[in-house]
C-alpha cells in the first residue's frame, strides 16, 4: 500500500517551481502573501501566483491550511480557481485563476457607482459564491471589494469572482457584506459614515443599524433595490436574508428592472426557491460525505461551521 507524504516530504525547492512558472510582475500584496504574474513554461497559459510568508503565519498556519482545502475542494463560476499549492521551506506558492481586470474596490473608484442592472448581477455574482459556499456550511468571513475580482467578458460585462477566504462561523456576516457593497455600487459610498472619520461614532451607528438612503444620490434608484439592501442590512441577523432569499428577490431576479418580472410571480419564485433549497441540501450532503477526504492532510478544520 502506498502511504501518503508527510508535510516534510512533500517540500519542494523554489527552483522547481521556477523550472515549471515564469513568475513575473507584482500583482497586490497584504499583511501574509504577495500575488504575482505568472506563465506556465510548457503551455503559455498565465495565472496569478499568491506567495505566502510562512513566518509570518507562526500560530495561523491552520487558517492557510483550511483555505487551501477549501479552495482545492470547490470549483464554482464566482469563485477564484486554485489550479496548484507548492511549498518550500520559507513560503507557500498558490498557482491560481489570473483574473485581469482588477478588483472590485478599483472599479469602484473608477466608475463612483453603477446602474442598477451592473449592480444587481454583481449583487447576484457575490450571493452566488456565498450559496454555493454556505450550503456547504462554509463561511468566508471576509467578503469585500478587495477580494472581489472584477472579470471583464468579451461583451463588456462584469463577472465578480470571490477570493482569499478568511473561513469563520455565522453565515450572516457574510450577507450583511453583500448588503453594504450593493449599497456602495448604487451610490458610491458606504452606509455607515462618522463626522471626522470618529471610529467609536461609526462603531455605534453600525451597531444600531443606522443609515439612511441620501438624496439626491438614492432618489433614481428603484424601490426593489432599496428593499433588498434593507433585508440585508439588518442587525438582527436572525431576520437577516440568507443567500437563498436574495437570489429569489425580484430584483435580482429581474437583473436590476432590465427584464420583466415573469407571469404568476409568486407561484414562480416559490418554485424558484424550492429548486435553490434542494441543490443546497445537495450541495451540502455531498460536502459532508467528501469532507473527510479533502482535510485527510490538514489537523485543523474547526473553523467550519454547520448549516
Not at 18 to 34: C, E, H, M, P, S
Request: negative net charge.
Amino acid at each position: 500500500m502506498k502511504l501518503a507524504k508527510s508535510k516534510e516530504e512533500r517540500l519542494v525547492d523554489l527552483d522547481e517551481i521556477k523550472t515549471q512558472f515564469d513568475i513575473g510582475r507584482v500583482l497586490g500584496d497584504g499583511n501574509f502573501a504577495v500575488v504575482n504574474a505568472c506563465q506556465h513554461r510548457d503551455t503559455g497559459h498565465e495565472y496569478a501566483m499568491k506567495i505566502i510568508d510562512k513566518s509570518k503565519l507562526r500560530g495561523k498556519e491552520h487558517m492557510i491550511d483550511n483555505e487551501i482545502a477549501i479552495m482545492k475542494a470547490c470549483h464554482q463560476e464566482n469563485l477564484v480557481k486554485l489550479y496548484e499549492e507548492f511549498e518550500t521551506r520559507e513560503e507557500i506558492y498558490l498557482v491560481m485563476e489570473y483574473v485581469k481586470g482588477g478588483d472590485l474596490f478599483d472599479a469602484i473608484k473608477n466608475s463612483v457607482r453603477f446602474t442598477e442592472p451592473v449592480a444587481s448581477k454583481m449583487s447576484a455574482d457575490m450571493t452566488n459564491a456565498l450559496f454555493y459556499l454556505h450550503s456547504r456550511g462554509i463561511v468566508h468571513r471576509d467578503v469585500k471589494p478587495e477580494n472581489l475580482m472584477v472579470m471583464r467578458n468579451k461583451d463588456n460585462s462584469m463577472t465578480l469572482k470571490l477570493g482569499d477566504f478568511e473561513i469563520g462561523y455565522g453565515l450572516e456576516v457574510d450577507m450583511w457584506a453583500v448588503g453594504i457593497i450593493t449599497y456602495i455600487l448604487l451610490c458610491g459610498f458606504p452606509p455607515f459614515r462618522a463626522t471626522d472619520n470618529k471610529q467609536t461614532e461609526l462603531f455605534e451607528y453600525i451597531k444600531a443599524g443606522e443609515y439612511e438612503f441620501l438624496s439626491p444620490y438614492w432618489d433614481a434608484v428603484s424601490a426593489e433595490a432599496i428593499d433588498l439592501i434593507r433585508h440585508l442590512l439588518v442587525v438582527d441577523k436572525r431576520s437577516r436574508y440568507t443567500a437563498v432569499e436574495v437570489l429569489c428577490h425580484p430584483w435580482i431576479i429581474t437583473v436590476g428592472g432590465s427584464k420583466e418580472l415573469p407571469d404568476l410571480f409568486p407561484q414562480y419564485q416559490e418554485k424558484y426557491r424550492e429548486v435553490i433549497i434542494a441543490q443546497g441540501k445537495a450541495n451540502y450532503a455531498e460536502w459532508k460525505e467528501h469532507r473527510g477526504r479533502i482535510f485527510a492532510n490538514s489537523n485543523h478544520n474547526t473553523s467550519l461551521t454547520k448549516l
